[in-house]
Every structure is written in C-alpha cells, then in structure tokens.
C-alpha cells in the first residue's frame, strides 16, 4: 500500500492534534511534521517531500494567508494544497478558488468530510465544500464573458471529454461513458489541457464557465 505523506499546519495545538488524531487511523496517511506559522510551513516543505499540505488560511508569521497559498502553489506544483478554515466569506473562498488550491473545507466539517476531502485530491480531484462551491460558480458564471464561444481548436469529442472530467469523472469513467479507452482518454485530457491553457481541474472550472460549458 502506497504511503502518503502529509503535513499539517495550524496555529492551534488542539487542531493539529485533533487533524492527527483522525489521520492515525488511516494506514495509508501518515503525518510526517507539522507547524504554527506559515514562515515554518514554507520552510518545511523545501526541505521533506510532503504528498499533501492540510493548513488553516489564517495563521502569525511574515506569510499568511492568500500569499502563503499562491507561493505553495508556485514554489511546490506537485503537492496537493487542502484549506481547512473557519472562514465562510465567499470573497476569500473566491479568491482561494481562482489561486488554484486544491481543496476549501470549513472547521465544522466532520472526519468524514475531511478525508472524503483529502481522497478526492490524492485522486486528482478537488473538493470544495458544497454550499461554497456553488456560490463560487455562480460569481464564475456571472463574470463570464457574453457570447463567449469554445476555441475552435477544440473538437467535439475534447467537449464531451471536457465537460465529464469539470464534473469530476475519472479517466476510467470518461471511458466507459463514452465507449473508449482509458488511454484515449487520457489523450484528450493533454490535448485539452494544452488547448485551454490549463494545468488543473480548477482552471478547467474556469475555462468552462467563462466559455459557456458549464
């Protein structure tokens, strides 16, 4: 069984210890480190090979919140950023959404919720809570360009393709709807990606909501 890493970041100790307590009881998650501030976060993951970071917005030190999330993004592309806060405010939900972080889910949020939370992302997905996610596509949509069309180097196929991965469809899945192979599949998802200018599901989100997709 594959062994994810996992580090924790919160300025609480009652939380890391709660966020650890959960995460115990999981053999294929393993915490290897945790910190207070967001100056040791950063500190921390160029220097240990960490699969997947699970931090509050907010934290003290020189770099918090918005900047912290966008230099993880920058400085480490290959972990998967989860955000567990206290904050409900769509402004700052919106604006985690479009620095590309993976995962938003609030500190009311169950165990459930947070490891359905940290599975959809080690899958590729993201995983936003609902309610949240809903407002943020609809301020997508309302921003959206009128009349915006899809490129037309995009086929017909690469929208079919498009519009099941935005619904969050494995490659398998894809496959089976659509009666192709895996490997097909996962074609179109390099092709799309090349063609749309993005790199994740959630520029894909967005891509698809200016142009009309979704």
């Known amino acids: 069984m594959s062994n994810t890493t996992i580090w924790l970041a919160d300025d609480h100790a009652l939380v890391l210890d709660g966020l650890e ?16 501030n967001g100056d040791d976060l950063l500190h921390a993951l160029g220097g240990h ?3 997947l970071v699970i931090t509050d917005l907010r934290m003290p030190g020189g770099t918090d919140g918005l900047e912290l ?3 993880i993004k920058q400085e480490h592309p290959h972990v998967k950023l989860l955000v567990v806060s206290m904050s409900d405010e769509l402004e700052i939900v919106y604006r985690i959404f479009l620095a590309e972080v993976d995962g938003y889910i609030l500190k009311n949020s169950g165990k459930d919720q947070l490891l359905a939370a940290i ?31 899809v490129p037309k180097g995009l086929s017909p196929r690469e929208r079919e393709v498009l519009n099941l991965i935005i619904q969050e469809h494995t490659s398998k899945e ?13 074609t179109h998802r390099i092709h799309i990606h090349e063609k749309t200018g993005t ?16």
């Open 69 to 71: 999330m966008a230099r």
């Open 21 to 36: 307590l959960v995460l115990a009881t999981r053999a294929d998650l393993s915490v290897l480190g945790r910190s207070a």
């Open 49 to 51: 090979q960490v699969d």
């Open 174 to 186: 894809i496959a089976e709807k659509l009666f192709i192979s895996k490997q097909t599949v996962d």
């Open 119 to 149: 599975y959809d992302l080690l899958d590729g997905r993201i995983h936003f809570d609902k309610d949240l996610l809903t407002k943020i596509l609809r301020r997508q949509r309302e921003q959206a360009k009128p009349g915006a069309t």
């Open 199 to 214: 790199s994740t599901l959630v520029g894909l989100i967005k891509y698809a909501v200016a142009n009309g997709l979704l």
